[in-house]
Structure formats: structure tokens, C-alpha cells
């Protein structure tokens, strides 16, 4: 009789687990997968879904994800928010009480879907859906709770439901676009920084969104009846995958793929929703300068003639001048001998201009661009001119309109050829100057709308029309110089700044990062911060860090208008908040709304999120503080100064400890000399969420006496001692809200956790604060003390 060693007998019953596991889909506690190229994924019991890591962009980039498992493009369908990719050796773990849990190779976390109590095993369900089960067969979560890009049949989009689109086909980072559910129940397409009315909602608006196992997609309203998306007899019959996607273009589109093919084969449409998405105003399918023309009824952007990408990689983004305009003073009365024009047929930037001549001819409207140093582009049509200036916004073809685009050069540049976009010879689908309704896709409960009207986008990157004469300088001297930031930011010399401040008169406020004045571009308002004291040798720095902010657009930023890089001088142009800062609303003698204290604390973890998160480079702020948050008239927060801390000396801080910060908020680790994360950032948050709570400041500052923050020391005694009616003064208003309350304290005392990783991210905060996870008991912060 052969005798079978006893190892052997065990890694036959291991295998026999791992494969009995993979063959019902379930997961136990305490198993994880690695990314590696040939790593296995969990599947589910019928093989068609898996769950683990599939390599993306590259041979060291990993994306945990679902996918279809028997589909040869394995189609992803499901990834954390963000789409955070990780390299080889990451490792997902199913960690008893705390769910999946994503960590790079040095055991970093990266995500978490959340802590739990207690649950049972993990499962990869055959309807695609991921679920962590409890010991009573209940789902505590589940991937369709938090889609991505993609939902499924079976899958059900609650009120308050979001779906994101991604960045590109192989960049999962959060793309432009987006479609909720809101709690009006109205369902609305349109891009991730534009609020839409939440109005009150009635017995026949929407309540879910269902897509069926069957394949049809509908919205149910609260009276039960249907309103169809899926058309009808539209779906093919026979056995097929269905999926509706987000897609990165910003097209909702359903699917459909045959289980069984017989060739080989590709998803096929069953409908998708869009009007001409190149014309809506704030569609953004397009970057700055770029043009967006329909292929197949479907986005396609190149850059213009003159113009080529800013990144090779991304054919829907910005594009940058291939050639150089100033306002050289030898050159200001002499503009048709030195520029010319590249004509452009039937292409419009309708949201640029700063000067309409009305009427004009054509000649006249061609002699004031070439003598107007600030217009780069001039739009003629119908007896009218439209002066334009960089960047150029919403672009769009369209041969149904007359319009002729004047793109100005210097003539001693020459004109360059078309932006390598994948331009295509022979067509020309052109644009109009006609300012359009906002995009937004709504679908009420009792009909498909189409387009809603609600509201004009602005766009903040124009600066009205040229405003200042130069000083008097040697004939041939340029104010501005060809080696400028790589961006499509107007840039301005120290000396036009100076006029625009009326010499730096009205201070709006100082700081860290230098002072803030008051000045007047044109007719607009702005914010000018003169930066005081740079890192040495930072031209280089200088130019990465404004390429990078004038990259950010979200609503919870203060946007960057303009830039001055004279010599020694380096200014930067914001656009100007009327209602100041939020430590002038905060610490008043009157205390603000609770409501409105809500949203701002909300508005500031979403910038951060965006600045952590969802940035081509990820931006750590280093100083928040009320007085870095600025409110716009209607009092939604907006982030300052983000993205500068590198610019400034090292020891440019409050406190004068060589840390980057200001005393009361910056993060034990600052002191520990050990490298700092964007946990710097969710610290100070913590302490500026318990301002915001309690209407009081974190610290008294004394200079005759050691300074201690005493707020989180507060909190926390409040906390725990059930006096949470003292930590607000009584404040009946919120007190009400006691709930709320409530969470929001937590979420503060997470924040404020000495140690960084017990921190949450920013994105995790979000979550909490509204509610859409549940918040654990806080341990006691036990907060480093700023005099140790």
C-alpha cells in the first residue's frame, strides 16, 4: 500500500476548499488576493462575474474591480469610487469586522468599504453584485450600494444615488460626468460640478431607479406606476449580458452582449441618452480650447489648428497655443504687420468673449483683434464680432452655422498644423455663438424630459477686456515672455498688477502663503495674492504648482484667474468671495445658521476630496483653517490657497516650528519629522468641522504664554460625558438637530486621531457626514499637545 505523505493530503483538502469556495462563490473571513499579473480573482458560482485585480495602464498598475469573467475584453463593471489603481504586490484582504480592505505593497491602506460589527463571509454574487454577508444572511454591503460607472440587472438606484463616470477607457479616476437620483425624485444627467435644484417632490416623481432581471431599465414612481427607459421589444431575445454605462464621454448608453456567441463579438447599444451634448454650455465633453463635433451622435474632440494637447493622453482635454501672443509695447500699435489669423470655418467658443461689436463687418472686427493685445481669438457672424481670450471655452462645430473663427498669431511663429488630435480631413461640423440652457438630462416621474433649463454656466477663466497702458519701457522690451507656464491662464506683468490694486491699497487679508488685496481687471472684481517669500530656485516649482491649480475645477475651490511671473514677483489672481472668509461668518456675535454651518462643513470635504482624490496630481493643502475658506454670495465654501505650500520657504508657518501650518491645526505628525499624507489635511479638517460645530475657535493665542489647543480637548469631554448642549452654548437650532449632531461630533473626533491611520479618508468623511455610512464610537483622540 502507497502511503501519501501528510502535506500532500492537506494541500489536496486546501485546493479542494479554495475550489469548492470559487464554485459557490462565497468568501471566507481572513482570505485576500495579491496583485500580480496571474493572480486569481473570486468568482462567482456560475463563473460569470469575478472579483480581484485586473491590470491596467501598464505592467505595475492594478485595479481592484468586478468584471465579466467569460466576456474576452473582460469588461470591468464595478470599482472603488476614484478608481484607485495600485501596483504589484497590493493585497485585498476580507478582515473580520472591518469588511475588504485595499493596501499597497507597504501596507499603506488605500480603501476600505467600511467597519462592521460582525459578518459571516464574503460573496460574489451571479448577478455581478459583491455582498458581505451577516450571520442572519443579511447583506451589511454590497458593490450595487456603490456603483461606479456601471449598473446592473437587479441593481436598484435609490433617492440620493449617484453614478460617475470615468476619466478615460483605461483611467478610472473620477471623469466629468454624473447621474442621480435626486431626493426629488428626478433623474439627471450632467456634469459632477453642477448643483441642481432639489425641489419638493410629489406622489408621481420618481422614487427608484430599476433595472430588471430582464434587461429593461425604468424609473419607478411613488404611486408604483413605470416611467420606461428601455423601450418596449427593444432588447434582443435570446440569453445576453446587460449592463448601462456612464460612459467617460458623459453618454448613458445600455448594452448588451450574447452569452453564448457564436463569433467573435462586441457590446451592442440598445439605447443611449443625449441631445448634442457639444453645444450644452457647461457639457464640458471637451477641454479648454478644444472642439467638440458629434461622430455617431457621440463627443469627438480635437484641437483646433494652432493648438495641440496639453496631455497626448487625454483627447478630451485642454489644449495649449503651439505660438506665443503679448502685449510687447513695440508691437501694441503695429498689430497687422506683426500677427495674423488662421481662419476657421463654422467653429465657436460661445462662452469667451469679453468684447461684442454690434454691428460690425468683418474687416473691422479682424483690425480690433490684431490691435487688442488681450483677444486671441475673433468669432464673425451675421454682421457681428465677438472678441475672445485664452482659455476658450465649450467649443463646438457645427455646419448648420455661418461663423468664421479668426485664431491670431505672431507671424514670426508661423501657423502651426492641426493639434495631432485625430483630426480628420474634410469635416467640418460647426458651431454657434448662441448662449444654451444648461445640460442637464432630467427624468420626471411622468415623462423622459430631455434638457432642463436651470441656470447659466459662467466661466470663470475669462477676464474681461484688456484694462491698463503698460509703463513706458525701451522699444522691443516684451512684458510678457515666451518661457511662460504651461497653461492656458493669462498672465500678467507686477506692473499691471500694481494698477489693478491701485498699488496694493486694500488688503483682503494676509497669511502663510503672503497677502490678498483687492483689485479691478476690466469690470471684474478679483482677489490678487502677493506671494512673499518663495523657496529658492523655484522658478521651475513656480510653474508646476500654478500648471497644476489652473488644471482644478471644482465648486468647493477658489479658481485661479490669472498668474504673474516678473522677475522676483509672483502673484496669483483668484476670483473674489464677497462674503469673506468663514472665521468672519464663524466667530461673530450672532450665530450662524446650522444649516448652513451643515453645508459649508460638507463643501469643504468634498474640495478636499477633489484635492486628494480626483486631481491629475494629488494636491495636500497643508493649512486649513476658517481663514483659508472662503464663502461666495450665497455662502458656499470654497478652498484658498491650495496647491501653494511648496512654493513657500520652509519655515513660513504660525507657529515657527519649520512645519508647514498654523497652530491649533496642524497634525501630530508634523512634529515627529516623519513624511506627511493627505491625513495632514483630515486632521485639520477635524478641528475645523468642531469650529464650525461649535461656533468656537480651536485656540487663544497669547504670546506672552505657551498657546494650547483646547477645542478637540473639549469635544471630546463633551462627547463622552453626554454634554454635547454645552459644546454648542445651548444653541437651540442645533440642538434640535441633535442627530446630526451628533455624527457630525464623531466625525470630528475620527478626524482629530493622533494616530494617521486611524484617520478616515476625506472620501469616508463625506460618506459619514451624510449619512450614507454608519459612524462607530470614536476612541478619545488623546490630541499631541503643540508645546511638547
Known sequence: MTLIPIHFISLAILLHFVAAQQNNGSVSVGASLIATPD???WLSSSGEFAFGFQQVQGKDSFLLSVWYDKIPNKTIIWYPKGGPTVSTGSKVDLVDRRGLVLSDPQGNEVWSSGNFSDFAYGYMNDTGNFAIIDRNSD????????????ILPTQVINLGGVINSRMGETDFTGGKFQLRLLQNGNLVLNTIDMDTSDESNSTNSGFQLVFDATGYMYILRRNSEKANLTTEGSLPSGDYYHRATLDSDGVLTQYYYPKNPTKDTSWKVVWFVTEDICKAIDSKACGLNNVCSLDDNRPYCECPQGFSLLDPKAPNG?????????????????????????????IDWPMSDYVHMNPSNEQA??????????????????????????????????????????????KIDGPSGTGGNNSR???????TGEYISRRSFIFMGSALIGISVIGIFAFIGVINMCFFQSHKKKAGTPILSSTTVETNLPRFTYQELVKATDGFKDELGSGAFGTVYKGVIGTKIVA?????????????????????????????????????????????????????????YLFKDKRPNWKHRISIAIGVAKGLTYLHEDCSNQIIHCDIKPQNILLDDYYNAKIANFGLAKLLMINQSKTNTGIKGTKGYVAPEWFRNTAVTTKVDVYSFGVLLLEIISCRKTVVFD?????????????????????????????????DDFEKLITFVMVGLWCVQENPSMRPTMKKVIQMLEGEIEVIEPPCPCPFSVTS
Open 318 to 346: 485642454d489644449c495649449k497655443p503651439d505660438f506665443t501672443l503679448s502685449c510687447d509695447e513695440g508691437e501694441l500699435n503695429h498689430g497687422g504687420d506683426v500677427f495674423d489669423f488662421i481662419e476657421l470655418n463654422n
Open 425 to 431: 480631413e474634410g469635416e467640418d461640423k460647426s458651431g
Open 528 to 584: 490678487v495674492n502677493k506671494l512673499e517669500t518663495m523657496v529658492q530656485d523655484s522658478q521651475k516649482e513656480f510653474k508646476t504648482e500654478v500648471n497644476t491649480i489652473a488644471r482644478t475645477h471644482h465648486k468647493n475651490l477658489v479658481q485661479l484667474l490669472g498668474y504673474c511671473d516678473d522677475g522676483e514677483k509672483r502673484l496669483l489672481i483668484y476670483e473674489y468671495m464677497r462674503n469673506r472668509t468663514l472665521a468672519f
Open 39 to 41: 493572480a486569481k480573482p
Open 139 to 150: 447583506n451589511v454591503w454590497e458593490s450595487f450600494s456603490y456603483p461606479a460607472d456601471t
Open 365 to 410: 472686427c479682424r483690425t480690433s483683434c490684431l490691435n487688442d493685445c488681450f483677444c486671441a481669438v475673433a468669432i464673425y457672424r451675421d454682421s457681428q464680432c465677438w472678441k475672445k481670450q485664452l482659455p476658450l471655452s465649450n467649443g463646438h462645430k457645427d455646419p448648420s452655422k455661418n461663423v468664421k473663427a479668426l485664431l491670431k498669431f505672431r
Open 703 to 735: 504670546d506672552d504664554a505657551e498657546d494650547a489647543a483646547v477645542l478637540t480637548d473639549m469635544a471630546w469631554d463633551c462627547y463622552q460625558e453626554g454634554r454635547l448642549d454645552a459644546f454648542v452654548e445651548n444653541d437651540s437650532e442645533t440642538l
